[in-house]
Nanobody, 126 residues
Framework: QVQLVESGGGLVQAGGSLRLSCAAS????????MGWFRQAPGKEREFVAG????????YYADSVKGRFTCSRDNAKNTVYLQMNSLKPEDTAVYYC???????????????????WGQGAQVTVSS
């Protein structure tokens, strides 16, 4: 079992930055692929960014490419999402997710991940 706890959400003005962190329990974190998803009110949960176990491969949704950066520190059992140039349409609850099955590519579907955090609210004001 893996427990994921997000932190770093909050309220920011358009153009600002936030960094989300996701701390994972368990000794096998370094073998997990990690993903970030978000869900706005009335919308489905959507993929934002992901990183494989080694950190060598990352992948981003087109809507955040060039603005968001996903990274991980396996020594700290933590994955990060650096969000720059934030827009009002980035407002959502952000979730981190872990995939226990080994992969060399970043998975982008909700069903590809096995464990989920409780979510962190990100609100971007115009």
């Amino acid at each position: 079992q893996v427990q994921l706890v997000e932190s770093g959400g909050g309220l920011v003005q358009a153009g600002g930055s936030l960094r989300l962190s996701c701390a994972a329990s368990g000794r096998t974190f370094s073998s997990y692929a990690m993903g970030w998803f978000r869900q706005a009110p009335g919308k489905e949960r959507e993929f934002v960014a992901g990183i494989i176990w080694s950190g060598r491969n990352t992948y981003y949704a087109d809507s955040v490419k060039g603005r968001f950066t996903c990274s991980r520190d396996n020594a700290k059992n933590t994955v990060y999402l650096q969000m720059n140039s934030l827009k009002p349409e980035d407002t959502a609850v952000y979730y981190c997710a872990a995939r226990s099955r080994r992969t060399v590519v970043v998975e982008t579907t909700v069903l590809s991940y096995d464990y989920w955090g409780q979510g962190a609210q990100v609100t971007v004001s115009s």
